[in-house]
C-alpha cells in the first residue's frame, strides 16, 4: 500500500471523517447546526479516543517491526514506550474532562431538581489538548510508518 492510501486510511479516516461527516448536517440545517455539531463532538475532549487508537495502532506497528527483525531495536522500544506514554496521558485527559462535565452537569440538577437544557459548556482546555494530542500522535504514527518502510 502506498503512503498516500496508508495515510487516508490510519490518519484520515479517523481524524477527519467524522467531522466531515458531521458537515454533510450544513446543507439541509445550516452552517450554524453543523459548527456545533463539530463543536459539541470535540469539546470534552473527544478527539483523544482517536489519539488513543492510532497510538495503539502505532504500538501494533512497532511490536510486529520489532517480531520481523526489520528497524532498530532500541528505537523500536523507545516509540513503544512513547506511544503507551502518549496514549495513558489521553486516558487521564479525557477522563479528567469527562469528570468535570459529569460534575457540570449534576450541579444544577442537585441544586434545583431540573436537567440543564445545554449538557456542559465549551472547554477551550480540552478542545486544543485533543486537537493537539491527536496530531502529534497522528505525525509521530506516519514518522514511524515511513521510518518503517
Given at each position: 500500500m502506498n503512503l498516500f492510501f496508508w495515510t487516508l486510511l490510519n490518519l484520515g479516516?479517523?481524524?477527519a471523517g467524522p467531522i466531515f461527516t458531521l458537515a454533510l448536517v450544513a446543507p439541509t440545517h445550516g452552517w450554524r447546526v453543523a459548527k456545533t455539531l463539530i463543536a459539541a463532538s470535540v469539546k470534552d475532549g473527544q478527539l483523544l479516543w482517536c489519539a488513543i487508537g492510532?497510538?495503539?495502532a502505532a504500538v501494533y506497528e512497532a511490536v510486529t517491526a520489532l517480531e520481523r527483525g526489520s528497524g532498530v531495536v532500541a528505537t523500536l522500544e523507545s516509540?513503544?514506550?512513547g506511544f503507551c506514554m502518549l496514549a495513558?496521558?489521553?486516558s487521564i485527559v479525557v477522563m479528567s474532562?469527562?469528570?468535570n462535565t459529569h460534575r457540570e452537569r449534576a450541579a444544577p440538577i442537585a441544586s434545583n431538581g431540573q436537567t440543564p437544557?445545554?449538557?456542559g459548556s465549551l472547554s477551550p482546555?480540552?478542545?486544543g489538548a485533543s486537537?493537539?494530542?491527536t496530531s502529534v500522535a497522528a505525525v509521530l504514527f506516519a514518522i514511524l510508518h515511513v521510518c518503517l518502510i
Open positions: 479516516v479517523p481524524i492510532l497510538c495503539a516509540a513503544i514506550v495513558f496521558s489521553c474532562a469527562l469528570v437544557f445545554v449538557a482546555v480540552a478542545i486537537i493537539f494530542t
